[in-house]
């Protein structure tokens, strides 16, 4: 017997079964892998397996968004946090892990665990009884199934497909300017970047010569959605195709010269905060270095910093900012939540967080206790709060922590001192949320 299923031993998953096990709290952790099953991108069967990179990225807590993340999720006793620590390998300031000795670990803390029954299955339904869903971006397809059926998709797998998102502070809005075209809804809706012929030339033939990435053999037959070819791909389809698409400059009267430009580049508002705004029709599989060479080309975004690039690759998220209430439960079904990749953050340490937070969640609730969201002034309730409310249900993309989640800094600020009032705003907001929790696990030791 056991007071709550996790079904998903990666990231979010064994951090999620750790945090609740720490409450007290027994859990049954299914994971496929080192049974029957895998996945297309897994290899072995240890729990919180690194797919690809063996980076969690900065580890740098004063001015950089996931370094805050970690140290907030030490303090909360993260076992990702923990193995990760232990298992650290040279990286600079950024926080790098040898990825066997990390997943090793990870799983001989959870079997080891007294609360903890790890169950080499997969699960093709979703349960009845508490549970939190934490599958991932490559969740089998019988539980995927399931899962669309109770949310309403249509379809969880699908490509993903990403257009850069930019950091409203670093649009030079001397170049660009705030219109709708023809001055439909507010009149001011987008921000547009004016190319003349020259430029939008050069743009054009440097989509077409700029290095992409592969498709991986398993993301070959997945399902285009409509509506989101590459731009490079519309490029190649002939010089014009762009300049009568997404890049058309009619109905936008450019304030320098007072006439329509010969071609735009168009931003739309991504979050409500208004700090992020995307490229519209950008989605690309130019390599990243690329993307920010030749999306620097355009006027008005020669400084602009990316808070994400664009991309397209095979996903499985659910449109969590409609469909999960402020502690990760599934509305229609409350007794299930979700966590990791799944909800639509992106990322190992994003996932784990998740994790963390739908465990301390349930946790509380299973033990007749009720906790607040953390406030959002910090990483972990600027994510939680991204994923569960503030981002647009319609366009809603994976994203990463920074600091465009962030409620904004009041004021004009150098951007370097800007960062550290992130980081001291959070640190000052953290311990009063911890202190307000039930018992957890002990912290992590901070480094050095
Ligand atoms: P996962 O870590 O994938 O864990 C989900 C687990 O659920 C898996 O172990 C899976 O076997 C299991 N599972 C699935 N379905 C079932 C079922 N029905 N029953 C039982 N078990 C099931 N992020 C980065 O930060 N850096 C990277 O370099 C990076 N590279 C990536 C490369 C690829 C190819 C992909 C797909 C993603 C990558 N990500 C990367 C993004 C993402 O953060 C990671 O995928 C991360 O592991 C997600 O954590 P998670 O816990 O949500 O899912």
Redesign the pocket.
Same mark, same amino acid.
């Given at each position: 017997t056991y007071d709550i299923h996790v $079904? /998903? !031993? /990666? #990231? &979010? !998953?064994s951090e999620a079964a750790w945090q609740l096990a720490e409450a007290g709290l027994k859990v049954r952790l299914?994971?496929?892998?080192g049974g029957a099953d895998?996945?297309p991108?897994?290899h072995g069967g240890d729990l &919180?397996?690194l797919?690809?990179?063996n980076?969690f990225?900065s580890d740098d807590a004063t001015s950089n968004a996931v370094g805050l993340l970690h140290q907030e999720m030490r303090a909360l006793g993260s076992i990702i946090m923990a193995k990760g620590d232990v298992h650290a390998v040279p990286a600079g300031s950024a926080l790098a892990v040898d990825r066997d000795g990390f997943s090793g670990g990870v799983t001989a803390a959870l079997a080891a665990h007294p609360n903890i029954t790890i169950v080499r =299955?997969? $699960?093709?339904t979703l349960p009845d009884g508490p549970a939190i869903i &934490?599958? *991932?971006? #490559?969740?089998?397809p019988? #539980?995927a199934g399931g899962i669309g059926a109770a949310t309403g998709a249509e379809a969880l797998a699908f490509f993903d497909a990403i257009a850069p998102i930019v950091h409203r502070e670093s649009i030079d809005l001397e170049v660009a300017w705030f219109q709708s075209r023809w001055n439909k809804g507010t009149g001011k809706d987008y921000i547009n970047c004016p190319m003349n012929k020259d430029q939008y030339l050069a743009f054009h033939q440097a989509l077409i010569d700029g290095e992409k990435t592969e498709f991986r053999e398993w993301e070959k037959d997945t399902p285009y959605f409509d509506g989101c070819m590459p731009v490079e791909v519309m490029a190649e389809r002939g010089v014009d195709t762009l300049r009568f698409g997404p890049m058309k400059g009619v109905g936008l009267d450019d304030p320098r010269t007072g006439r329509w430009p010969y071609a735009v580049v168009q931003l739309r508002q991504d979050n409500a905060a208004g700090t992020l705004w995307n490229i519209v029709g950008f989605q690309t599989k130019l390599k990243y270095a690329e993307q920010i060479r030749i999306f620097r080309t355009i006027p008005g975004l020669e400084k602009a910093e990316f808070a994400r690039l664009g991309g397209l690759?095979?996903?499985t998220f659910i449109r969590s900012p409609e469909l999960l209430d402020t502690t990760l439960r599934l509305k229609s079904r409350p007794n299930l939540r979700f966590a *990791?990749?799944?909800t639509g953050c =992106?990322?190992?340490?994003?996932?784990a967080a998740i !994790?963390l937070l739908a465990g301390r969640f349930a946790a509380a609730e299973l033990t007749g206790k009720t906790i607040a969201p953390p406030p959002v002034e910090t990483a972990l309730g600027a994510l939680l709060g991204h994923i569960t409310g503030l981002a647009e249900a319609e366009t809603y993309q994976p994203m990463n922590v920074n600091f465009g989640l962030f409620p904004p800094i009041p004021g004009r600020t150098k951007k370097a001192d800007r960062k550290k009032m992130y980081t001291d705003r959070a640190r000052e907001a953290l311990p009063g949320w911890i202190n307000s929790l039930p018992p957890g696990p002990p912290p992590v030791p901070q480094p050095a």
């Open positions: $079904i /998903g !031993g /990666g #990231l &979010a !998953g299914s994971e496929m892998r895998t996945t991108a897994h &919180a397996e797919v690809c990179s980076s990225r =299955e997969r $699960i093709d &934490a599958t *991932g971006p #490559l969740t089998a019988s #539980l690759h095979r996903n *990791g990749q799944i =992106e990322g190992y340490i994003e996932s !994790g």
